[in-house]
């Protein structure tokens, strides 16, 4: 995660802060984007740069690590928006440690949580600039003599 900001997954983000619900849960307007309006299950706050990206990640709860599909960055300074559209990528960003976007009483979170760590026991999320697309993981899984069935990490 980069420094300076605050991923929230839009259920957490319901029952947050009034501030995060109004701003993210709100109909939008012509010219204007909320959570609903581009599909986001998680949106990410840009503490520093007063941004807030709205992120499709459509398996997020099934794919143990999913690919990001669409990413909608708001400047809350501008009202500027950058569109990134991931759908026809062949090697997408994608998402690791999924269990810290959801809170702890999540059903999944057990699950998430439990991958993150044997991953990070055998070494497998040490440098993350090299497995943050989906072309990287699969190199690193390859190299570390490791596959994933489902949220659960076995040996090939």
């Known amino acids: 995660m980069e420094p300076g900001t605050a991923p929230i997954r839009s259920s957490i983000a319901a029952r947050s802060t009034r501030w995060i619900r109004c701003f993210a849960f709100t109909k939008a307007s012509p010219g204007h984007t909320s959570a609903r309006s581009t599909g986001a299950n998680l949106i990410k706050l840009h503490r520093r740069s007063g941004k807030v990206s709205y992120l499709v990640y459509p398996d997020f709860e099934t794919d143990p ?28 960003p994608i998402l690791h440690r999924k269990e810290t976007f959801l809170t702890a009483d999540h059903p999944l ?3 998430f949580a439990r991958l993150t760590a044997r991953e990070a026991k055998h070494g497998l999320l040490d ?3 090299t497995i943050g697309t989906k072309d990287g993981w699969q190199a690193r899984l390859n190299a570390s003599g490791f596959a994933l069935r489902g949220h659960r990490l076995v040996p090939r």
Do not use: I, Q
């Open 109 to 111: 979170h057990g699950r």
């Open 127 to 129: 440098d993350p600039a």
């Open 65 to 92: 690590h999913p690919a990001l599909v669409r990413s909608v960055k708001l400047s809350l300074r501008t009202r500027e928006l950058e569109c990134f559209d991931y759908s026809g990528a062949a090697n997408p």
